[in-house]
């Protein structure tokens, strides 16, 4: 992540909203986390910015105080995971965690190269059906509690990009790979889908999210050893003001932060898209550009 000249975020903050990265173990939800990072900061204000399958591990990114409001900003970044899958067995829920729909031996008849190619050739934008234990709605209902209630499950294809994809290693019928895709991507439907593009079913074994958008788990703070409020510090932990280096970004003079801070607009400088707006050294507000105006979006007050 760039980072700017003012280099005060390296401090401990103890009052200052921001993002807390941390690193879930396999066994805990995302909620657990949450609630666990709840407790130990004394602020019920958290939340993360997308979720992780009880399984998986790796980085969660959590935001804390009022700067909850911007998770929104979060959910186009590219994510990025070290995922292992098996060949011959596909599930109910595309994972090792779920009960066999299939098994087959006709991973026996495949070549090294043949499954390299195949994984490889996922790369670009595609349609993708979602796992049917997954968090997408059916009807106003969580397709995963659909699921476990016995109901029929139909989702519909969504679009979706994998960015990049590297096959570590092939020993069949287990295949490693890393992979980075756009948001709403579900990995074990990759491994699904790749298994029956082999002709032999597959699912997931492992994942590990490694990082998001700029951020990455080498930065992470464990989850079972999750900060006090007065112990937050980098590099796990990002106040509010550097925590979007992904978006443009507006330093604002005093006579601009009042008026941002009555939810005016103010003149935009030739920024484009959607802008965060500081005032010293503190996140006032995340705005929009309109013609030639900046108009806030979300306004945190001082």
């Known amino acids: 992540m760039e980072k700017t000249g003012d280099t005060s975020w390296m401090s401990p903050l103890n009052t200052e909203p921001g993002l807390l990265l941390v690193d879930k173990p396999a066994g805990l939800t995302s909620h657990d986390v949450v609630r666990g990072a709840r407790a130990r900061l004394g602020e019920q204000r958290v939340g993360h910015t997308g979720t992780l399958d009880p399984f998986a591990t790796g980085l969660l990114l959590l935001c804390v105080g009022s700067f909850t409001r911007a998770t929104e ?174 978006l443009g970004r507006r330093e604002l003079t005093e006579a601009e932060a009042e008026e941002i801070g009555h939810g005016r607009t103010i003149a935009a400088a030739g920024e484009e898209g959607v802008v965060s707006l500081v005032f010293d050294g503190r996140l006032a507000a995340i705005a929009e550009v309109s013609g030639e105006e900046l108009r806030p979006r979300k306004v945190f007050p001082a």
């Open 73 to 246: 900003y979060f959910h186009d970044l590219a994510k990025t995971y070290r995922a292992a899958m098996r060949l011959g067995r596909e599930t109910t829920t595309d994972d090792l965690t779920g009960e066999s729909v299939s098994e087959s031996g006709a991973w026996r008849e495949l070549s090294v190269d043949g499954v390299t190619d195949a994984v490889s050739a996922v790369l670009g934008p595609r349609e993708q059906v979602p796992s049917t234990y997954s968090a997408k709605r059916v009807g106003g209902v969580r397709a995963y509690n659909a699921a476990r209630a016995g109901d029929e499950v139909e989702l519909k294809p969504v679009p979706i990009i994998v960015h990049e994809v590297v096959v570590r290693e092939v020993r069949l019928p287990d295949v490693a790979f890393d992979v980075t895709v756009s948001t709403g991507t579900y990995v074990r439907a990759l491994a699904r889908d790749l298994g029956r593009e082999l002709g032999c079913g597959g699912h997931l074994t492992s994942l590990r999210r490694s990082g998001i958008g700029p951020f990455d788990v080498a930065d992470a703070c464990p989850a079972e050893d999750l900060p006090r409020r007065e112990g937050l510090s980098a590099p796990s932990w990002r106040p509010a003001h550097i925590a979007l280096g992904w």
